[in-house]
Nanobody, 124 residues
Framework: QVQLVESGGGLVQPGGSLRLSCEAS????????MGWYRQAPGKQRELVAA?????????ADSVNGRFTISRDNAKTKNTVYLQMNSLTSEDTAVYYCAATGRSLSTDYRQWDYWGQGTQVTVSS
């Protein structure tokens, strides 16, 4: 069973930046497609960024140009990152790291493993 553990969430002012990290318990980074979802109160879970095993990246229109997904799977590292810049109140949500052994899909039901989530709050 793969475990995903997120970290790096918190409170940030509008226009600020945060970097989220997701550490996997197994060496799936670089093999599985890894992604970051977010869910705000009263809204559906949304895929904001993904990186495939081959290294291709995809972003939701709402974050394209502001968020960057990357990974480090060298040696003992097995981590995916989400760098978030120019944050606005619309980015406030719980952010989840996810992994799938299937083709990339925005349907959260196609993702196999999930982290516990980390809260990101953008407020002055």
């Amino acid at each position: 069973q793969v475990q995903l553990v997120e970290s790096g969430g918190g409170l940030v002012q509008p226009g600020g930046s945060l970097r989220l990290s997701c550490e996997a318990s197994s060496r799936i980074v670089g093999i599985y497609t890894m992604g970051w979802y977010r869910q705000a109160p009263g809204k559906q879970r949304e895929l904001v960024a993904a990186i495939t095993g081959g290294g291709s990246t995809n972003y939701a229109d709402s974050v394209n140009g502001r968020f960057t997904i990357s990974r480090d799977n060298a040696k003992t590292k097995n981590t995916v990152y989400l760098q978030m810049n120019s944050l606005t109140s619309e980015d406030t949500a719980v952010y989840y790291c996810a992994a799938t052994g299937r083709s990339l899909s925005t349907d959260y039901r196609q993702w196999d493993y999930w982290g516990q989530g980390t809260q990101v709050t953008v407020s002055s």
